[in-house]
């Protein structure tokens, strides 16, 4: 079992950053891959941007390609996701997931384990 806490949501202008943060606990030597999802009121799950583990391989979500950045803290088990220039439409719940074998990285069902959610939300 893997469990993770995100941090670091709350209330930011449109142009603001934010960074999120997602601390790793339990089996974290079992962890292949991690990422972050953001659902918005009404709206599926929908993914946003992973990195592997071991070798910092990233892959994000065109619309936020140039504007986000994640990262990893091995010695910390923490993974970050550095929010710049952001716009209302990122507005939402932000889920840090992780899992433990290749999946189909787009799909919120392929993962197994979820934080709880922080609130990100991006006034105009």
């Known amino acids: 079992q893997v469990e993770l806490v995100e941090s670091g949501g709350g209330l930011v202008q449109a142009g603001g950053s934010l960074r999120l943060s997602c601390a790793a606990s339990?089996?974290?030597?079992?962890?292949?891959?991690m990422g972050w999802f953001s659902q918005a009121p009404g709206k599926e799950r929908e993914f946003v941007a992973t990195?592997?583990?071991?070798?910092?391989?990233?892959y994000y979500r065109n619309s936020v390609k140039g504007r986000f950045t994640i990262s990893r803290d091995n010695a910390k088990n923490t993974v970050y996701l550095q929010m710049n220039s952001l716009k209302p439409e990122d507005t939402a719940v932000y889920y840090c997931?992780?899992?433990?074998?290749?999946?189909?990285?787009?799909?919120?069902?392929?993962?197994?384990?979820w934080g709880q959610g922080t609130q990100v939300t991006v006034s105009s």
């Open positions: 997931a992780a899992v433990d074998r290749i999946v189909t990285i787009l799909s919120p069902s392929s993962w197994d384990y």
């Open positions: 339990g089996r974290t030597f079992s962890v292949y891959r």
């Open positions: 990195i592997t583990w071991n070798n910092g391989i990233t």
